[in-house]
């Protein structure tokens, strides 16, 4: 067999559409059913806070902080939802995407064939990266839809405007594009956390222990952050960061925090993505 011979379909075949790939991881993880479980739940999140806030503001007040701004200003709502459900919920969502890409699949035992099948191991990693990021993005984005929405029907709107923690008024667009903004910027921290979340689940075979490991490291960084003789430790800290949020309720914008957060959660998904790719190209078949 000639070299030629031997390096043609070998690279026809490592040469297929990456299209298709994300094609079928797309379909994987959308069809997997703790996938619509998890995205059940976050449309639920700010409908319940919706509701909470409807009936504490009949009931006498609906208190103070980032909730009691909802109350009658139901643009709001999807920015504290999303604010709350950063604290847990979002990264337990992207960390079990994560566990379930890499260590899901060495457990099921079908991560062999997906590493001597003829597509690359770097390619392998993309397609999953591609799964963990959909997944981000879906719960962020239905967060945020059934924020608005939620707001609007259920807390009420002041002719199209959003009062801002400052006590400024912007407009619907304007508010719309904070609320973007705000959803932008909880992907990018979710990123950060599933790039963390698949180095993990490319060094195990247990799923269970990437759950763990992340939703420790969130709990622990959280503890360390209130503990202020560590006050050296927060700035390398990704969690320290994610207050950073609600700063799209202050008028005029403040970047200091989303700039911040949004530089270390880009450390630690390089730092993630680089032991993810070291790991996987030198794993056994």
Not at 69 to 87: D, F, I, Q, R, Y
Not at 111 to 136: E, H, I, S, T, Y
Request: with cysteine; proline share 5%.
């Amino acid at each position: 067999m000639t070299a030629a011979t031997a390096t043609g379909p070998a690279a026809t075949v490592r040469g297929a559409p990456l299209g298709r790939l994300l094609g079928a991881e797309l379909r994987w993880v959308l069809r997997r059913p703790r996938t619509i479980a998890f995205l059940v739940l976050f449309a639920l999140v700010p409908v319940v806070i919706g509701a909470g806030v409807a009936i504490a503001d009949r009931a006498g007040g609906p208190g103070r902080g980032l909730i009691g701004a909802v109350a009658g200003n139901g643009l709001v709502l999807p920015v504290a939802a999303l604010t709350v459900s950063l604290a847990l919920l979002l990264p337990l969502a992207v960390a079990m995407a994560a566990a379930d890409a890499l260590a899901g699949e060495s457990a099921a035992g079908t991560l062999r064939g997906l590493l001597v099948a003829p597509v690359g191991r770097l390619r392998l990693v993309v397609m999953k990266a591609f799964g963990v990021l959909v997944v981000a993005a879906a719960a962020t984005l239905v967060i945020a839809v059934l924020g608005v929405l939620c707001g609007l029907v259920v807390v009420g709107w002041a002719e199209g405007q959003m009062v801002t923690l400052s006590g400024t008024t912007l407009g619907f667009g304007e508010a719309m594009g904070r609320v973007a903004l705000a959803a932008a910027w909880t992907t990018g921290q979710l990123l950060a956390v599933g790039a963390v979340a698949l180095a993990v689940s490319s060094l195990t075979e247990h799923p269970l222990v990437v759950l763990a490991a992340v939703l420790g490291g969130v709990i622990v960084s959280g503890v360390l952050a209130a503990i202020p003789a560590l006050s050296w430790l927060q700035p390398y800290l990704l969690t320290t960061g994610w207050s950073a949020g609600a700063d799209v309720l202050r008028d005029p914008l403040p970047l200091d925090g989303l700039g911040e957060s949004t530089l270390r959660a880009l450390c630690y998904l390089v730092v993630g993505a680089g032991v993810t790719v070291a790991r996987m190209l030198r794993r056994d078949a």
